[in-house]
């Protein structure tokens, strides 16, 4: 048989024109490809691709007919939209012209008409300026009829409206009509004011004002004699008439300020009838406080300040009973009394302000003036309600010469205390020593000394008037701190060799307690919202990562938690030294309890009654006399760490040391369980209930030890199975595990437990 090769012609494609061989050629490859017996279907085929054919040209003379209607459509639409737009045009063009030509037959007109408004404006604020003249003039008028009938009331009210019109003017650029208002009110005011001050002093002066004595040797302020009621009819009288100049009284007189450097808050003036009633006063503090006289002398700042309380005190209840209800009546929203106190703390002020250049550089001086000041204002804000909101000392002190100078006076003294304290015989003795309910902490004098000072320290900055201060005196108290605790570093290295003795434990009581307050004041308010001003400071300057910024935020951490961690450092360090020292101790005792015959000791029936083995006795001495020694010299606290640590190393040594290193018979394992149950166990039951808690280790090898023989050899195969199914699935590993928890084995390891096992010196002859 003829065998014909057919070499397959490959077609290759034209990317660039409709390529119907390419598309035939893939038809045919796709339809019949390799077998020619396919080629029986090419009747079936051609039938198909002529059926497509004949739908393809159906289709094809549908869309043929359809497309010329909707392009006609299109055509139509456009040509009638052309229209439209051209009509359009031809109106919008009509329009124009027709605007243009009114336009410039309107434009003479509107600049005869521009002319005529720019006239009528003119004319209507010439009307304006002089209505206003009228108007001011009218008020005047008034007040002139007002004052020649003797109604001072009214005069006053007027008057308090024209001055209301002055302000309303303020905005205006008629320079003369502002001139010609003020002056109107300047002049009106001058007359009521000095009217009314004389017929208020008058007043006054029958009420025997100023009271210069006690509340209750007042001769007549607070007492009713006959005349009293028209007294007090004509004080309220006058009162509210004082009260009505106050808006012109503002406009005219500039309140004396105190320097921009002080940053005192804005604050009103001090309302008129009170400033009348401050004159005398003022008067007798500038001729006793200012000048050449005795009474004015720089190491004396307490003279004027407690006179100026003295003043405050005596004044108080006339101010309450008296005049108060005069402003209330009035509708008006002063505080009589801290109205009389702010103006006289005014005073106070500008002498500070004066006094201070004086003795900044005299420490003694200076540091009895803030001491003086602190107390004044202590006094002035608990016993007279004085306002935070108001000028206060506190912003005098807070200048910045001032301030930089009461930050060094503060550290220095501060310095001194610290070294008299610590350089105090009973430095390392508790003030509570024998009182035992208060002498928990055991705290040294020295320490509670030195906590004192810091708290005296806030209390003396914790009314300054901005965040920024009180940052800046939390940042002298952070360095003292941290003085201190570098002080005690270095008295504790001194007395590293006693690490047991008196003074080592007072100095880690000292470190306790600092700590301990620390993080106390970490949740008071008042340094919590310093925590949030730092917070706000370090935003602003980007000092500090992103994450303290979010621990500060989240209050995660405190402002003393670098001194606080500084502390708790030492703390431990000066523990881990007792606790060695103790273990060390502990070892020496134990050596020959470490060499004790385990393997020949009679088992439990051959005695008649355990007793403690003898090896043991000088290490559970040892202990009991440490426990004993340092729970009387340390706080509560640091004990308990202090016995829970040596538990620790005490249970790893005996376990590793003396339990793993020997060979145990049925008598050592029940003596040695007898050791550490009846007598180790117990030294440590007066600190907790169950103090063989913190001996796992010990307990659970004596459980190993003593088990039975039966029970040992069970779980010993069950431990062996384990070991052996290990690199499998483990599945004998649970049972292990859960024979161990059945015995109280929970702490040691499969392994470990294995080995204790192999200590028991005896096992049955099992055939094995």
Request: a negative charge.
């Amino acid at each position: 048989m003829a065998t014909v090769a057919v070499r397959k012609k490959e077609v290759t494609r034209d990317l660039d024109h409709c390529d119907i061989p390419y598309y035939v050629s893939e038809f045919v490859e796709r339809e019949v490809g390799n077998d020619y017996d396919s080629l029986r279907k090419l009747d079936n085929l051609i039938d198909k691709l002529s059926e497509n054919k004949k739908q393809l040209e159906e289709q094809v003379l549908t869309v043929s007919s359809e497309v010329p209607k909707r392009i006609q459509n299109a055509l139509k639409n456009a040509e009638d939209s052309k229209k439209s737009l051209s009509l359009l045009l031809e109106e919008e063009t009509l329009l124009s012209e027709s605007i243009n030509s009114h336009l410039l037959k309107a434009q003479p007109w509107m600049e005869d008409l521009d002319v005529l408004i720019n006239q009528v404006e003119e004319i209507e604020r010439h009307l304006a300026y002089l209505k206003w003249i009228s108007r001011i003039e009218e008020l005047s008028d008034s007040i002139q009829q007002y004052l020649m009938t003797n109604n001072v009331p009214e005069a006053a009210s007027t008057l308090a409206f024209m001055a209301e019109l002055d302000i309303k003017l303020q905005e205006s650029s008629c320079s003369h009509l502002l001139a010609f208002v003020r002056s109107t009110v300047k002049f009106w005011h001058k007359i009521l004011k000095d009217k009314l001050s004389s017929d208020f002093e008058e007043v006054l002066t029958q009420l025997r004002w100023p009271f210069v004595g006690p509340p209750q040797s007042q001769a007549f302020g607070l007492a009713a004699p006959a005349s009293a009621p028209d007294v007090y009819n004509n004080l309220e009288m006058l009162f509210c008439q004082l009260l009505k100049l106050q808006t012109s009284d503002e406009l005219l007189t500039k309140p004396k300020q105190l320097p921009e450097k002080y940053s005192l808050p804005p604050s009103p003036p001090v309302i008129l009838p009170i400033q009348i009633m401050l004159n005398p006063l003022q008067k007798r503090f500038k001729y006793h406080f200012t000048g050449n006289k005795q009474t004015n002398v720089l190491n004396k700042p307490e003279w004027y300040l407690t006179q100026v309380l003295m003043w405050i005190g005596n004044h108080a209840k006339f101010l309450d009973d008296k005049i108060q209800p005069i402003l209330d009546k009035a509708g008006s929203s002063v505080n009589a009394g801290l109205e009389f106190s702010r103006a006289l703390v005014m005073l106070i002020l500008e002498k500070l302000a004066a006094d201070i250049p004086c003795l900044l550089y005299d420490d003694a001086l200076f540091c009895h003036l803030v001491d003086e000041v602190l107390l004044f204002e202590r006094e002035l804000y608990s016993v007279h309600g004085y306002l935070s909101s108001f000028p206060s000392c506190m912003h005098i002190l807070s200048e910045e010469s001032c301030f930089q100078r009461w930050l060094t006076v503060e550290k220095k003294f501060a310095l001194q205390k610290m070294d008299s304290m610590l350089s105090s015989e009973a430095a390392w003795v508790s003030q509570y020593k024998d009182i035992t309910d208060v002498d928990e902490m055991k705290v040294p004098d020295c320490a509670e000394t030195f906590m004192t000072l810091l708290l005296v320290i806030t209390d003396r900055y914790k009314n300054l008037p901005t965040a920024s201060r009180k940052l800046q005196f939390l940042g002298l108290q952070k360095e003292l701190v941290d003085d201190f605790r570098i002080r005690l570093t270095q008295v504790m290295k001194e007395e590293t060799r006693a690490s047991l003795g008196f003074r080592y434990c007072a100095i880690l009581n000292a470190v306790n307690y600092i700590a301990t307050v620390l993080a106390d004041w970490a949740d008071n308010v008042f340094f919590l919202q310093l925590q949030q001003a730092e917070l706000e400071v370090c935003a602003e300057s980007n000092t500090v990562s992103k994450l303290q910024l979010g621990q500060l935020a989240s209050m995660e951490s405190s402002v003393f938690d670098e001194m606080i961690n500084l502390l708790e450092r030492l703390k431990h360090d000066m523990l881990t030294r007792q606790v060695d020292h103790v273990f060390r101790e502990v070892k020496d005792a134990a050596k020959l309890y470490k060499k004790e015959r385990w393997l020949s000791l009679p088992s439990q029936a051959e005695q008649a009654v355990m007793s403690l083995s003898s090896t043991a006795c000088p290490m559970l001495l040892t202990l009991r006399d440490r426990l004993l020694q340092l729970e009387q010299q340390l706080c509560h606290s640091l004990f308990k760490i202090f016995w829970q640590m040596l538990a620790e190393k005490v249970d790893l040594y005996i376990y590793q040391e003396i339990i793993m290193e020997n060979h145990f018979n049925e008598g050592g394992a029940a003596q040695l369980q007898f050791d550490m149950s009846r007598n180790l166990f117990p030294l440590f039951s007066h600190y907790c209930k169950r103090p063989e808690n913190y001996f796992k280790h010990i307990k659970e090898a004596c459980v190993i030890l003593n088990l039975n023989v039966g029970s040992a050899l069970l779980l010993k195969d069950v431990l062996q199975s384990a070991s052996e199914n290990e690199p499998t699935l483990n599945p004998n590993q649970p049972s292990a595990t859960a024979a161990l928890n059945e015995l109280g084995v929970y702490k040691l390891a499969q392994k470990d437990v294995e080995i204790l096992l192999n200590l028991r010196a005896s096992w049955p002859n099992t055939g094995k």
